[in-house]
């Protein structure tokens, strides 16, 4: 009994040995390009943790909010971040958990990244600010906004979250989820599984993009760093994402604000439609504009389509 009890502990410890190699390999892989290193990177030390961002330009003050999906950064406005920079004082920042910014081991929430906003633009860029955000960070801006509306100008959204989706809460099974993902050696190979260059590419080419052949290899190696640099710290804030932490129901302050909104689309994105009407049913003002043969990273896709609305727009 003994015996068989020595080997089942000696297994375990070599499978669980082997599982940590295989993580540090898989960091180590994913980020020596140091894709995302830039002489242009600052730092706001913010109380949660540094938040790193990128100014360029003179002009309005304009502040640009990436997705919360695995891999994202400020990277994703990589293709337009120049051409704004034309007529407006850009900043992009990678929120807490994400790209450069630091990942402490905590529930990130809707709440934190509002606060984070608000603070960002009243000790970084000193000025109203006006804001473009994509996916889940729309309804960021959108709670930001309704929090403290003086700080913030203009706001442009590039296919919002749906407000539906918006409404689930942690359950019992999300939980769980959590508490998996967020443990040290199993919970990290469960995320770096999830979190290979194979599964970005079918993100892209399913979701991301509607025209598969533009997702190039720069792309899928800027979301592999995003996920995993300095090491496995990012899966805390892919838990908090997936498991619903971040959502929050935002139809009253969707209802009350009173600042220029805009909605940019992509024409071929799922149920783009019903999402889109959902935001403008709530709040009547919204304007809404298609980018055609685009998904939900339009701006990425099609830059220059993106960048002729955003000039008219803003």
């Not at 309804?139 to 989706?165: R, T, W, Y």
């Amino acid at each position: 009994m003994n015996k068989k009890l020595g080997t089942v502990i000696a297994l375990t410890g070599i499978a669980t040995f082997t599982i940590h190699m295989i993580n540090r390999v898989q960091f180590s892989v994913s980020t020596v390009k140091n894709n995302l290193g830039c002489p242009n990177n600052k730092y706001y030390e913010w109380r949660f943790g540094k938040i790193r961002y990128t100014k360029k330009g003179t002009g309005t003050p304009l502040l640009l909010l990436h997705d919360l999906t695995a891999g994202s950064s400020g990277f994703e406005f990589s293709a337009i971040v120049d051409s704004l920079a034309e007529k407006h004082e850009v900043y992009t920042m990678d929120f807490l958990g994400y790209g450069l910014s630091d990942k402490p081991n905590i529930t990130y929430t809707n709440y934190l990244y509002v606060q984070s906003i608000i603070d960002f633009i009243k000790n970084v860029i000193g000025k109203k600010t006006s804001i473009i955000a994509t996916g889940d960070a729309a309804p960021i801006a959108v709670m930001a906004c309704h929090n403290d509306g003086e700080v913030i100008d203009k706001m442009l959204f590039i296919n919002p979250q749906s407000i539906n989706k918006l409404n689930q809460v942690p359950s019992k099974q999300t939980k769980l989820l959590k508490f998996l993902i967020d443990t040290p050696i199993i919970g990290t190979f469960l995320y770096n599984i999830l979190t290979r260059k194979e599964s970005f590419r079918k993100n892209f080419e399913e979701e991301y993009f509607y025209n598969s052949s533009a997702v190039t290899d720069e792309i899928l190696s800027n979301y592999v760093e995003a996920s995993h640099v300095p090491d496995f710290n990012a899966k805390f804030s892919f838990a908090s994402y997936v498991c619903r932490y971040m959502n929050a129901n935002i139809i009253h302050a969707l209802k009350e604000i009173d600042h220029s909104m805009y909605i940019l689309y992509g024409e071929m994105k799922d149920d783009i439609d019903t999402i889109v009407d959902n935001y403008v049913y709530f709040n009547q003002s919204i304007e809404t504009f298609s980018i055609p043969d685009t998904k939900q990273l339009c701006h990425l896709e099609s830059p220059d389509s993106v960048i002729e609305q955003i000039n008219i727009l803003l």
